[in-house]
């Protein structure tokens, strides 16, 4: 079908592809989306996590075996799930492709396809139910003790945008007729830099590096989905743009947007 997409067009009635990441660009400041999306002003880009990227193919890849296997993995039996598979779905290369948009729906209402790409999908053969999955990696600091690598919670400003990312995986798998889990998955690995002597192997130029593995259960809330996908469809037409967010930033989520500051400063100083 016909493509909207990139900055928006008003006069255009196809319908308008918006990601998932986008709708997160929205919830965290309606200003600096609206300029993206309505007026086509290109922000600066994050650098890739390309170490990031590489910890999620390769558990992509582990988990991949036992898809073809439709087995439950080793580690999903520690952990209480041999009653689940790696879902094996005609689509599911498709929904790992975040660039297309691969794991998308319509909604109606709104004229606006909503998609990005998922991690990972389980699947409970005996009641046909799924669960998403979504792998993370870091490299986390020590207890107080300094006896073991500080557990990970999903506490913190920056990981209400996980939780959200789940949410919405969720919810455009309901809208596309599955029967959807509110359970998702967190496979979290977390970088060992304390308690290892080292990572160089000794005759040949490799290095292993080792990680903690964690599995965190999440209860997904898809509930704020569809009013917000509605305010950002009226965003979309707004003629003025909105307002920058005066929290939600900074380590405790009570500063204002970083550009509105920016912004501030160079009109305290004559310079816009």
């Not at 889990?181 to 160089?200: A, C, I, P, R, W």
């Amino acid at each position: 079908m016909p493509r909207h997409r990139g900055t928006y067009n008003p006069n255009n009635p196809e319908p308008y592809e918006v990601s998932r990441s986008q709708i997160q660009s929205f919830m965290n400041c309606p200003a600096c989306f609206w300029m993206n999306r309505v007026k086509g002003i290109k922000f600066p880009g994050m650098p890739g996590f390309l170490l990031n990227t590489a910890t999620d193919t390769l558990l992509k890849k582990d988990f991949d075996k036992f898809r073809e296997l439709q087995k439950p993995h080793p580690f999903m039996e520690r952990h209480g799930l041999g009653h689940l598979v790696p879902f094996k779905h005609e689509n599911f290369e498709l929904w790992t492709k975040s660039l297309q948009l691969g794991l998308r729906t319509f909604h109606e209402p709104s004229n606006l396809i909503i998609g990005g790409g998922l991690d990972d999908v389980w699947h409970d053969p005996q009641t046909d139910e799924i669960f998403v999955v979504d792998y993370k990696s870091t490299a986390g600091r020590k207890n107080d003790d300094g006896t073991e690598l500080n557990k990970i919670t999903l506490t913190g400003v920056y990981k209400e945008s996980y939780k959200r990312q789940m949410d919405m995986y969720q919810w455009i798998l309901k809208q596309e007729g599955f029967k959807v889990s509110k359970t998702g998955y967190f496979v979290y690995v977390n970088g060992d830099q304390h308690f290892e002597d080292g990572m160089l192997e000794n005759e040949i130029d490799k290095a292993n590096m080792k990680f903690d593995v964690q599995l965190i259960t999440y209860d997904g809330d898809c509930s704020w989905v569809e009013e917000t996908i509605m305010k950002l469809q009226k965003c979309l037409h707004k003629k003025k743009c909105p307002s920058h967010s005066k929290s939600g930033f900074g380590p405790k989520g009570d500063k204002q947007c970083e550009y509105a500051e920016l912004f501030d400063g160079m009109q305290e100083h004559n310079l816009i």
